[in-house]
T-cell receptor, first 111, second 116 residues
Framework: RKEVEQDPGPFNVPEGATVAFNCTYS??????FFWYRQDCRKEPKLLMS???SGNEDGRFTAQLNRASQYISLLIRDSKLSDSATYLC????????????FGKGTKLSVKP | DGGITQSPKYLFRKEGQNVTLSCEQN?????MYWYRQDPGQGLRLIYY???????QKGDIAEGYSVSREKKESFPLTVTSAQKNPTAFYLC???????????????FGPGTRLTVL
């Protein structure tokens, strides 16, 4: 099993749609989880951390399922500006501070 | 404004030449990282440094070297020993962490290196 695995997509959705991304991680001892957003030919930017109880930031909701070792990101009411690649990120167990980045899921929101 | 800067944005070099990529941060972060990203691939860790005058190899350190003489600066040298150096290079930093939790990293804009 890969350390962090994501569906590469692309997800092509119309404006206003709700879209969900899932990500699985292999090490049950992982403690930190994040979603980053990366626009084409740009650097990744932190979208949100993922907390055990789940958390929401406007149209974005992140969930963590420790038992099944997966993380999800839900985007409601998609905007054209949400088009990007979404990276699932998990801390590397046993190395302080290091992160493991998934390959990303590409989202394309169409008018 | 606090942030991470990388220069140059685009860099072209001939095969066999060493090249140094700059990374500077004024966030007062202790930890700094270098990644490379290839098309359709995830980020791969080259080197990281958790404190001044100390650094460790990441997953793909062969053909690269770094230094950390100042807290603000973490330059990466791509040597001629790196067999496939053309890539997008990203520098990141984070607050030094004591525990593994809450260690988000913040990225510079990246340098696209093309070796001809």
């Amino acid at each position: 099993r890969k350390e962090v695995e994501q569906d590469p997509g692309p997800f092509n959705v119309p404006e206003g749609a709700t879209v969900a991304f899932n990500c699985t991680y292999s090490n049950s001892a992982s403690q930190s989880f994040f979603w980053y957003r990366q626009d084409c030919r740009k650097e990744p930017k932190l979208l949100m951390s993922v907390y055990s109880s789940g958390n929401e930031d406007g149209r974005f909701t992140a969930q963590l399922n420790r038992a099944s070792q997966y993380i999800s990101l839900l985007i409601r009411d998609s905007k054209l500006s949400d088009s990007a690649t979404y990276l699932c990120v998990v801390n590397k167990v046993g190395s302080q501070g290091n992160l493991i980045f998934g390959k990303g899921t590409k989202l394309s929101v169409k008018p | 404004d606090g942030g991470i800067t990388q220069s140059p944005k685009y860099l072209f070099r001939k095969e066999g030449q060493n090249v140094t990529l700059s990374c500077e941060q004024n966030l007062n972060h202790d930890a700094m990282y270098w990644y490379r990203q290839d098309p359709g691939q995830g980020l791969r860790l080259i080197y990281y440094s958790q404190i001044v005058n100390d650094f460790q190899k990441g997953d793909i350190a062969e053909g690269y070297s770094v230094s950390r003489e100042k807290k603000e600066s973490f330059p990466l040298t791509v040597t001629s020993a790196q067999k496939n150096p053309t890539a997008f290079y990203l520098c990141a930093s984070s607050i030094r962490i004591i525990r593994e939790a809450n260690n988000e990293q913040f990225f510079g804009p990246g340098t696209r290196l093309t070796v001809l």
